[in-house]
């Protein structure tokens, strides 16, 4: 079985140190990456494109770079992937569907592509998603289901499942993803990786397919923090292209890893958080709690209604969104999806307006609190990978549908754009389970550092190789 | 004083023809359940009327 290049401690920062050294070509790290798509993809359906020519193309540019004595990026060499709801330059933006495939090919990257490439990576393919971001399983009718890799019969989570699994798996040591409603935090916390979803608009969503203007994020995931770090300072900044993007200067985040985090205030969010996560949740986020030595804990009296007042933002926008095209193809969209964007698309003014209003009521609520925290934790899912075909799950008593509840714990952060990140732990029978990190917008650099000293004191699991 | 009668599936063909929607009698039941699921949520906000208007900053 053939694996991707790797530097000797699994860090994307070293790999990107040994091919700027020349120690490493960029090229035989890709060439190896892909080897490892086609022998171990196969099974668990990560990747929906492989873009080999253009990885072998942006790789021999960072090799000639190196040998030319030019600076190939702090990522030089480093392989990654994108959902595919990002474009990428020659290639159809499928975004999970069979409807975008129609349209002509991308004739420039996205901007988050373009950041990392600009950073040395290299782009090697698009990964599975639900169709048009809707969704928390990656369970495409079109495209097929992606595994989760700790447990081939489970899901990976979504919508970017496809990327958090191929990161899980070892696949890509990077790859980018949305979130809307947890659809970043939500894989990572069921494939037992890191993921960030930073601030509204602190990364661009130029030239990705959006699926609910305004409450999508771009983010990413790693194998650890640092490498999670290293991706979101390449990624942050202000982009003219993306009417949401902020201007305000960023911090960056690899830089502040070690300051440790005695000087920040951190909470346990309680009562809502605690009711809708179940035992391996709530374990999680004790473990957390124990080693950072939390005892506060805060409740944000709102929380439940935050949820409600996403989901229905989230269904008028999109379904305003695929109006059109629900007019005219219904049929060619996902089974699973139709149902969801049509009834948003029929939803009266007045719940989208009251939701509206509630977030900006909301908003003060989280933001009085956090005039005394720094960053609050909980966990970032209700439980542990459901299985594949699972329609229903447990939520504090009640039978809830698996692809609406899974984003209970990570909505209310969303709708409010702040930022959040999520680290991995051991939950039960070996599965992995989240702890969700979230902090007052642009504080994104307090996120790392906990998620650090987390790291730091051996209660993180350490993705391996599956 | 005029108030409607018509149960949630009737009212989603109704809203679904005035907007020149024409739905499939295999997705019905589905949509009309996440018709409720959001009627629902609307229920769970409850009036917001006197909350501030909504501007969206993070």
New interface residues.
Partial sequence: MSGPARAPDGSVLTLAAEVRRGHVSAVDVAKSTLEALADRDTELNCFTDVYEDRALHDARRVDTAVAGGRDPGPLAGVPFAVKSLFQVEGARTQAGSVIQMQRPPASQDAAAVARLRDAGAVLVGATNMDEYAHGFTTENAHYGTTRNPHDRERIAGGSSGGSAAAVAAGLVPLALGSDTNGSIRVPASLCGVFGIKPTFGRVSRAGSVLFVTSLDHVGSFARSTADLAASYDALAGFDPADPVSSDRVVEPCASVLGLGVDDLRLAVVGDFFHRVADGSATEAVQKVAAALDVDREVVLAGSRRACAAASIITSAEAGQRHATALRIRASDYDPNVRPGLLAGMLLPALPYLAAQRFRSSYREQVREAFRDVDVLVTATTPCVAPMIGQRTMDVDGEELLVGMSLGLLTQPWSLLGLPALSVPLNGPDDLPIGVQLVAPPFQEASLFRTAAALEAAGVLAVPGAL | MMRGSLDRTAA?LA??DL??????PD?MS??V???G???G??D??????T????????
Avoid: K, N, Q, S
Avoid at chain 2, 19 to 24: G, K, T
């Fill in positions: 989603v809203a679904a907007l020149d929607i024409v739905l499939d997705d589905a949509v359940a996440h018709f699921l959001l009627m949520f609307a769970v906000i409850g009036d917001a009327d909350e501030p208007a909504p501007v969206f900053r993070p």
